[in-house]
Each structure stands twice: as C-alpha cells, then as structure tokens.
C-alpha cells in the first residue's frame, strides 16, 4: 500500500502547496500532473473523471483518490512513516486538537475569508464585486487571526511546540495568503510564518510548485 505509487494534480496554487509541502516533508516520491486553475485543464473529461468537484488539488494513491487539501495532508499522515520532528498523535485527544486547527484554518481562515477576497476582489470579472463583503472578510480574517496568535504565542516554535504538523501547513498556507492580500498579521504570527516557511520542505515545495509562475 504505502509503495503504491502516488500522483499529484495540480500546481500553482496555495491549496497544491499544502500537499507539495506535506510530500516534501515526508520525503516521498511522486508524479506531478502539472494541471492549472482556470486553464480549462480541471474542466476536462478525464480530469472529471478522477475528481468530479474539477477542482486542484487531487492525490492519487494506487487505487484511492483523495481531494480537499485537508484531507490529503491528513491522509499522507495517517499512511506514510512519520519524519522526525513531524508531529502525529495516535491517540484521540491528540488528534482533535490538531484536527481542531486544521479545520479552524480550512472554514475561519479559508473558506470563509480568503475565498471571498479572492473571488470578489482578485477575481471579479468571473465572480463579480462585492465590496461589503470583502471589506467585511478582511476584518473577520484579522479577528480569527487574534485568536489563533494567541494560541501560537503559547504553543513554541510551532502550534504544538517544537514538533511540526499538518496544523502548521494549513495556518501557514492561510496566513501566507492573508499576506498576499495585505492584511496585516499581528506581530506573533508574521515571526511563526516566517519560522515555518524557513523549513527546507517549504522552499523546495514552493519552488516546485511555482516554478515559472511568480517569484
Ligand atoms: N476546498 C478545496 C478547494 C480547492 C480549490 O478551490 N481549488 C481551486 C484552485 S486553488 C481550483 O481548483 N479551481 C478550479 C478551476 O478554477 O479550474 C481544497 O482545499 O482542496
């Protein structure tokens, strides 16, 4: 099972490098299918055929297919040997406290924010304007950011100390993008993004995953 071969749809965008850098954690070998957002490459019949949702990012293994970038990196995790320093808890409390920042980071910071500002204000001539709305995600993004600051002002080099996990790549990833929209970070959160994207696995996915797109 864990040699069956893997195989990545997807590059260039936040949620393809989520599962960039979680493979390059783990150090494990993978095809890329090097497929776009609005290209018309996710609107293809084969691609549909593997992932119906004709999103980015989709994982192959063997026989299984995996998409939502938070279930991907849940699920390299739970089925590939844990590198040092990588934390992933076996037992059950454990897991819903990293369970419980990935998924704060997936609808607070996510979905709920840095998707409307990206589609209402990077993307408005497919998704239209709405100004009030995006003001609106702006501030909810810099309240749920406080909070999360808080967090990380306790936990040490990452959220759960010294020992990084797939709580870390969804923060980060989502902070990175709060960035890229010039939201202010507090101060606590700019130090721990900048902590976790000095990770080797980070610059290699980055540059793999952007490779000719953006510097
Ligand atoms: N909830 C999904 C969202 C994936 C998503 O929105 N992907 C965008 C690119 S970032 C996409 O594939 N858009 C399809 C298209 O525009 O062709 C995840 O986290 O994986």
Redesign the pocket.
Known sequence: MADDKLILWGRG???TMRVRWMLEEFGLTYDIKPIQ??TGE??TDTYAAINPK????TLQHGDIVI????AIISYIADNFDTPQGFYVPEDPQSRAKVNEWCFFSAMELDAHTIYIIRRHEGLPEIYGQAPDAVASAREYYLKQANAVAAQVATGGTYLFGELFSIADIMLATCLNAGLRYNIELPKALDAYLARAESRPSYRRAFDLNYEGLRT
């Open positions: 965008s936040g949620r957002s609005r996710t609107q004709q999103k980015i990012p998409t939502e970038s938070p």
